[in-house]
């Protein structure tokens, strides 16, 4: 099976518009299980910071207990990494390397991305860094 990390701004995007690419992503994850999901704790952490932001909140229409339950749940369904692997791969935004960390570490084929610096890599080793719509049409 498939295994793929989600950057972020993937999964917000996902939550924000349910009929777009990154949503799509997310249904068949929770739905129909047609991927392995790769998180670590860091990028948990973005995601609810990220949910937080009153630019994001606008959009999604659910109160702060839905979303943690939410995130709970995306979490449950996830194959965690211990998050001990350290790249530096993202020179132009290093923050981002949290995604390159977490594929390496659980062995994942994908990132799934909209960040420019993430994509401008393209790959990493065995790792192919993608937009939305590709990682979409892949699966």
Known sequence: M???????????????QPKGASGQ???SLLQDNTFELVISSAILA??????AYPKVRKYIKASDADLAL?????????????GLVRIHAVAADPDDDKYIEAAVEGR???????DKHLLSLQSYGNVRIVTPRVFLATL
């Open 25 to 27: 992503i997310l249904r």
């Open 70 to 82: 939410w995130v709970a749940s995306l979490e449950l369904v996830a194959q965690p990494v211990d």
């Open 46 to 51: 973005e995601v609810r910071r990220s949910l």
């Open 2 to 16: 498939l295994r793929a990390v989600l950057d972020a701004n993937v999964i917000i995007s996902g939550l924000i």
């Open 108 to 114: 994942a084929q994908f990132v799934v991305s909209g």
